[in-house]
């Protein structure tokens, strides 16, 4: 591989994986979402499980790979197979790309159940970077487009 070629793929995947970075984190907040007005509710958690949560499908994977693939391919053969190697390169690519953007973000998160003070049982999902344990006393924080679990 030539050299702007190896700069140009490494360039693309830095920013397909800067791009596909997003957080749903009981203790991350968007831009959105500071300076909002919550709603907090009380509760004791009833049962907590671990689950996946799928990665982005952005399509910046998907167009990444297939420009890389393109290019890669497009140096296999002579005058046809040239363009034929393109559009192979191009559709091998951008099935990759996808795949890897897909499994690269996707994170581990948990479903915690909660019974509310109010006798309500509700659950939400988010990444776990904070342990719940069935019995605890726990706040979920509504408002700004979602709800969090949080001791």
């Known amino acids: 591989m030539n050299k702007p070629l190896a700069a140009a793929f490494t360039l693309v995947c830095v920013l397909t994986l800067a ?3 997003s957080s749903k984190s ?3 907040y968007t831009r959105d979402q500071t300076r909002q007005e919550m709603i907090v509710r009380t509760g004791v958690v009833e049962s907590v499980r671990e689950v ?3 990665g982005t499908k952005s399509g910046v994977g998907a167009a990444s790979g297939a ?3 393109g290019v890669g391919g497009s140096h296999m053969g002579r ?4 363009i034929v190697g393109a559009v192979v390169g191009a559709v091998v690519g951008g099935i990759a790309g996808a795949a890897a953007e897909e499994g690269v973000t996707r994170k581990t998160g ?3 159940t909660v019974r509310l003070d109010n006798g309500q049982l509700t659950a939400v999902v988010q990444e776990g970077d904070e342990v719940f344990h ?3 006393r726990v706040r979920l924080l509504s ?3 979602g709800t969090r679990v949080t001791h």
């Not at 005058?79 to 040239?82: I, K, L, T």
């Open 52 to 54: 996946q949560i799928e």
């Open 26 to 28: 009981g203790s991350a």
């Open 143 to 145: 408002g700004a487009g």
């Open 134 to 136: 069935p019995g605890e």
């Open 110 to 112: 948990l479903e915690i």
């Open 79 to 82: 005058g046809s197979g040239q």
């Open 67 to 69: 420009v890389i693939g």
């Open 19 to 21: 791009g596909c970075a």
